[in-house]
Nanobody, 124 residues
């Protein structure tokens, strides 16, 4: 099993920045990729960004390209999401996920483990 704990959410004004962190513990050697997803009220969970654990290769949803940056610290088993130029439409609960199958890691159903989520609210 892998345990994931997110932190760093909060309330920020439009145009502001936040950094989310996700610390992994347990069978971290199983992890092949980690991703950030978000879910707004009444909407499905959607991919925001993902990073391959071994190579550091990244993927971003079109809606966040150029504004968000995903990174990892392998020594700390931690993945980060730096969010800049935040918009009200970025408001959602943000979830960290870990994928252990070695797939594309861009879809919800590819992920095996999830954190509890952290709220990000962007005011206009």
């Amino acid at each position: 099993q892998v345990q994931l704990v997110e932190s760093g959410g909060g309330l920020v004004q439009a145009g502001g920045s936040l950094r989310l962190s996700c610390a992994a513990s347990g069978r971290t050697y199983d992890i092949r990729a980690m991703g950030w997803f978000r879910q707004a009220p009444g909407k499905e969970r959607e991919i925001v960004a993902a990073i391959t654990w071994s190579t550091g290769g990244t993927y971003y949803a079109d809606s966040v390209k150029g504004r968000f940056t995903v990174s990892r610290d392998s020594a700390k088993n931690t993945v980060y999401l730096q969010m800049t130029s935040l918009k009200p439409e970025d408001t959602a609960v943000y979830y960290c996920g870990a994928e252990a199958r070695g797939g594309a890691a861009t879809r919800v159903n590819e992920y095996d483990y999830w954190g509890q989520g952290t709220q990000v609210t962007v005011s206009s």
